[in-house]
């Protein structure tokens, strides 16, 4: 039971160190300027994009993997949160590449996965979430609760809609 919980913890924190890179690099990327101006045009400012921790992630096939390792995660690890994944010819490459990322996070705050929106056209599906792992269950999970847990208790009903953006 220890060990299950240092790996949940393990991997929690894999999670939130890719969550802040993702939030650092949206502000300080040049590659990550038509993702502030979607976002801006979107009626979304500085501070609610911090607050909710919305990020970037580079157009790089390898940068989080790379970063992982040197952080001292496993491939295994990494693809066990849904941040990699094996190709047809058996490397591993990042999920996420140049998309808007909003971190899902628990009513805790803990970042569980990631919905990531395309920025161009060619990318295939708009949204691509982290898919389901051990602790990420997506059904299961109300983006933004961590934020409005305490305006829903004070008012009394919640009102849900159904994109990040919404």
Do not use: C
């Amino acid at each position: 039971a220890e060990a299950r919980r240092q790996r949940k913890r393990r991997l929690e924190q894999l999670l939130e160190r890719t969550a802040a890179y993702y939030a650092n690099y949206l502000w300080e990327a040049d590659e990550a300027a038509k993702a502030r101006d979607y976002l801006a045009e979107r009626g979304l400012g500085e501070q609610t994009l911090r607050d909710f921790g919305v990020g970037f992630a580079p157009s790089a096939w390898d940068k989080i993997l790379v970063r992982g390792q040197q952080a001292g995660f496993s491939v295994e690890e990494l693809r066990g949160v849904g941040l990699a994944q094996r190709g047809r010819s058996g490397g591993e490459y990042d999920r996420f590449r140049s998309r808007i990322m909003f971190p899902i996070r628990d009513r805790r705050g803990r970042t569980l996965g990631f919905g990531g929106r395309a920025m161009r056209a060619d990318q295939g599906a708009k949204y691509v979430n982290t898919a389901e792992t051990d602790f990420f269950h997506k059904s299961e999970m109300l983006y933004g609760i961590d934020l409005a847990k305490g305006a829903i208790a004070k008012a009394g009903r919640a009102v849900v809609v159904e994109g990040y953006t919404d």
